[in-house]
Nanobody
């Protein structure tokens, strides 16, 4: 099994920044992509960003492009989500996920492992 543990969530004001971390541990796992998704109350889980592990190629949802940055630390098996200029509509539980195959990074059904989630709340 692969364990993904997110951290870094919290309560911030509009315009603030937060950095989420996701540490991966467990058995050897051929990670192709790591992704961040979020789910707001009463809404479906949505794609936020993803990174191809070996090349560092990044992908973003339109709603966060230019404000959020995904990055990874291969040595420590950690992926980060730097979130700037936060808005109340960014409020959600943020989940880290790992994907071993396929190319559709925005489809949550293609991810093999998920973290427990971390709450991000942006007050207006």
């Amino acid at each position: 099994q692969v364990q993904l543990v997110e951290s870094g969530g919290g309560l911030v004001q509009t315009g603030a920044s937060l950095t989420l971390s996701c540490a991966a541990s467990g058995r050897s796992f051929s990670t192709v992509y790591m992704g961040w998704f979020r789910q707001a109350p009463g809404k479906e889980r949505e794609f936020v960003a993803a990174i191809k592990w070996n090349t560092g190629t990044t992908y973003y949802a339109g709603s966060v492009k230019g404000r959020f940055t995904i990055s990874r630390d291969n040595t420590n098996n950690t992926v980060y989500l730097q979130m700037n200029s936060l808005k109340p509509e960014d409020t959600a539980v943020y989940y880290c996920a790992a994907k071993s195959s396929g190319i559709y990074v925005a489809d949550s059904r293609g991810y093999d492992y998920w973290g427990q989630g971390t709450q991000v709340t942006v007050s207006s």
